[in-house]
């Protein structure tokens, strides 16, 4: 028994970390929610009834009493009275309705609260209900936490390492693909994997076997010349910007279902395309396939921009302490102003794509200014980082005037 739950645990851990890495950020929590779900439908946890109502709430039409709260808007009563209807008409919250409106003012706590998701449910609501029926009520008084309760669910059933998406690991996709099998690169807004792959390349010692084109007017035939290449000799081709090539795209897609396990041993096909609906589909289905975003959090962002550096890396240079320390400061500036995006104008008064590349200026520049003089020379550092490699990026004034700050009080000046 012991070593069947050892099965499922791998074999969900695994499926998690394969599924995610073709996925964009905004979906991850989503795709662990539905995985829960699921393991729970297998394990006749979970009441398909109730689950039907969260996803689609209330149906029918009912009549709307008056609104008695001073605390919902008429124009939000109605549809908050109806979800609350619908909910007891369900056994588990049978007796809700009534409960609720003899005790508005101890809902209005949950309601008011900084972190309703977690807030204690009024009498014995809060030790009858399971996490899930929790959610129901969560979604009927604030659903804005909605997102947070499904993470608090994920973590309750599954663990929290079901919310912390693993990062891309490129020689772990390289090691799940086959000379029949491409790789893809599903690209976002201005994020560009070539540093990455280029790396890959590196420390495969594959620097000599490589071929790469942009993908677009009259790039088709030279691509099918170099794939035919690399099928006799064993390379690895890189076709970028899939989605402008469109017209190729079938083309491709007949390319790839010929691919022959009795070619090359070390042929492989990397791409490169932002989503579009004419990528062959059947070429998606059989290939790794890798989302290139920018992680969310701070604490995601940090471990990407770790993950991409060694001790060799980190020792490289005449004041090793100096340097580790110094770069530190950098990485926690790009996940910071990474991370400021998610918060529209707020963040930025201009959605701006930073990227790995301007991280990775920074570090070479770190290096050599620190080999180079006896004193760290702050101002320079700032300036390079916060005028010129991401400054270079900002165009509005104010946006200007704050990376300024962040750099300086992060960083040091």
Not at 12 to 23: D, G, I, Q
Not at 156 to 168: K, S
Not at 320 to 341: E, I, S, W, Y
Not at 377 to 386: F, M, Q, S, T
Request: with cysteine.
């Amino acid at each position: 028994l012991e070593r069947v739950k050892n099965l499922n645990a791998y074999f969900t851990m695994s499926l998690y970390k394969n599924v995610c890495r073709s996925l964009f950020e905004r979906h991850k929590l989503l795709f662990s929610f539905l995985l829960t779900a699921k393991i729970l439908f297998g394990d006749n946890a979970l009441d398909p009834v109730e689950w039907r109502y969260f996803l689609t709430g209330p149906t029918g039409e009912i009549n709307i009493i008056p609104n008695p709260l001073t605390w919902i808007s008429d124009k939000e009563w109605s549809s908050f009275y109806r979800m609350l209807y619908g909910l007891n008409q369900l056994p588990a919250f049978e007796g809700l309705e009534k409960y609720f409106f003899e005790n508005t003012d101890l809902f209005r706590k949950v309601y008011d609260s900084v972190d309703a998701h977690t807030a204690k449910f009024p009498g014995d609501w809060d030790t009858k209900l399971n996490s899930f029926q929790k959610m129901m009520v969560i979604k009927l008084l604030r659903s804005d936490k909605i997102i947070l309760s499904m993470r608090n669910f994920v973590i309750e059933h599954l663990g929290e390492a079901f919310t912390r998406p693993p990062v891309l690991n490129l020689q772990e996709c390289f090691n799940d693909s086959t000379n029949c099998t491409p790789l893809i690169f599903i690209l976002s807004q201005g994020s560009d994997p070539k540093s990455d792959f280029d790396k890959l390349v590196e420390e495969m010692d594959m620097n000599n076997r490589v071929t790469s084109t942009s993908l677009g007017q009259g790039q088709a035939k030279k691509a099918e010349t170099m794939i035919e290449d690399a099928k006799q000799k064993g390379g690895w081709v890189l076709l970028q910007n899939c989605h402008l090539s469109i017209s190729w795209m079938p083309s491709l897609e007949v390319i790839v279902e010929n691919f022959n396990p009795d070619n090359s041993k070390d042929f492989r096909l990397w791409l490169t395309s932002m989503p579009t609906p004419d990528f062959p589909v059947s070429t998606l289905q059989n290939s790794v396939k890798m989302t290139i975003e920018p992680p969310s959090g701070l604490k995601a962002n940090l471990l990407r921009s770790y993950h991409g550096l060694d001790d060799k890396e980190l020792n490289n240079s005449n004041k090793p302490n100096t340097f580790k320390k110094l770069l530190f400061g950098f990485c926690f500036f790009h996940a910071v102003v990474q991370d400021r995006r998610k918060f529209g104008p707020v963040g930025w008064n201009i959605l701006y794509e930073f990227s790995n590349e301007d991280l990775g200026v920074c570090t070479k520049q770190l290096r050599l200014f620190i080999d180079e003089y006896e004193e760290v020379p702050y101002k320079v550092l700032n300036y390079l980082g916060a005028e010129i490699n991401y400054g270079g990026r900002v165009t509005d004034d104010k946006d200007k005037r704050l990376i300024r700050i962040i750099l300086a009080e992060l960083f040091g000046s």
